[in-house]
């Protein structure tokens, strides 16, 4: 973990702490600090765990623009099998396993083909959310636009098992940082794909590999999103979901070009962004102010990332 990284992380776990602070001092009274707490993890854990199989991807050079699309279908994949009386347990089988399949082809697409990530991935944002209107429209039965999750049985997940999903993604957090192999690989091919290809290791099957681990993450975090709302909307579910995991990951420190982060820089990031939103709901901010205000952190982080790492990444082309 680089100084800067490190750095990073302190930054963010400082801030945190006056975050929580401050919405603390804003609580009124009768409001329990404790179950602001409690209640923060199934709104962290979709952005922590999607952020996650992120980091790993964007370690490597790469990025998935298509996320929100991903999680569109696979979460009308998983109303599909409610609508058609399925089990709670074969729903959350198929819900896991097609975010999981999605992500891992779009792996295999970018370690396969000469077009940059960001380019197959940004098609993918429109190429998978018509396949999520394609699939509901033609497995469910009068479909007017949503498919309604009433059974309580089908929430189980998002509702009362988020707070340990993002407990386990935040332990493999810190065993990828500290103990991963893998990892390494990644952050090595991000720095540079040439050195890599003369320790004879392959690039192809480097890359492919984050995006298949990342599948894992990403399709827990699909299982949580889709398994808390009562109507998936294959139309506008996850709207804007791709822009806050990026923010994320860059805000936890790790490098939009490649070669440097943290898993635990993420999930500081994740926690950050969600501390930020609910000061402006205890403050008391207009929804349309706190979605401006969201925005526009996110933009800062993204572009500020980027100016300070671009003359570095130029000059690793250049030479």
Request: charged residues 10%.
């Amino acid at each position: 973990m680089t100084r800067g990284v490190r750095r990073r992380l302190a930054f963010l776990l400082a801030g945190n702490i006056l975050l929580l602070l401050a919405i603390w001092l804003l609580l009124k009274q009768g409001s329990s600090f404790s179950d602001v707490l409690l209640r923060s993890a199934p709104d962290i854990a979709p952005v922590a765990l999607a952020g996650f199989a992120l980091t790993g991807i964007i370690f490597t050079g790469a990025i998935d623009l298509s996320i929100a699309s991903a999680l569109a279908l696979a979460g009308t994949t998983f109303g599909s099998l409610v609508t058609h009386h399925l089990p709670p347990l074969p729903a959350f089988f198929g819900c896991l396993l097609s975010a999981w399949v999605i992500m891992t082809f779009n792996g295999f697409l970018v370690s396969r083909t000469s077009i940059p990530a960001i380019i197959l991935t940004l098609a993918g944002l429109p190429f998978y959310r018509g396949l999520a209107l394609i699939l509901a429209d033609v497995t469910v039965p009068n479909f007017s636009g949503n498919v309604s999750v009433v059974s309580e049985a089908y929430h189980l997940p998002g509702k009362q098992l988020a707070g340990l999903f993002l407990s386990l993604g935040a332990i493999a957090a810190v065993l990828f940082d500290g103990y991963s192999k893998q990892a390494r690989l990644w952050l090595s091919l991000g720095n540079s794909p040439e050195a890599c290809n003369l320790m004879g290791l392959n690039p192809k099957r480097i890359q492919f590999s984050a995006f298949v681990v990342g599948g894992i993450f990403f399709s827990l975090a699909v299982l949580v999103y889709v398994t808390r709302v009562q109507a998936i909307e294959p139309a506008r579910m996850a709207l804007g979901f791709e822009l806050q995991v990026v923010a994320a990951v860059i805000l936890g420190g790790t490098n939009i070009f490649g070669g440097e982060g943290s898993y635990l820089g993420t999930l500081l990031g994740a926690i950050f962004l969600y501390l930020v939103s609910q000061l402006l709901i205890y403050a008391g901010a207009s929804a349309y102010l706190q979605d401006a205000i969201t925005g526009a952190i996110i933009l800062l982080i993204i572009g500020i990332d980027c100016a300070l790492h671009r003359p570095a990444k130029l000059m690793e082309e250049l030479a």
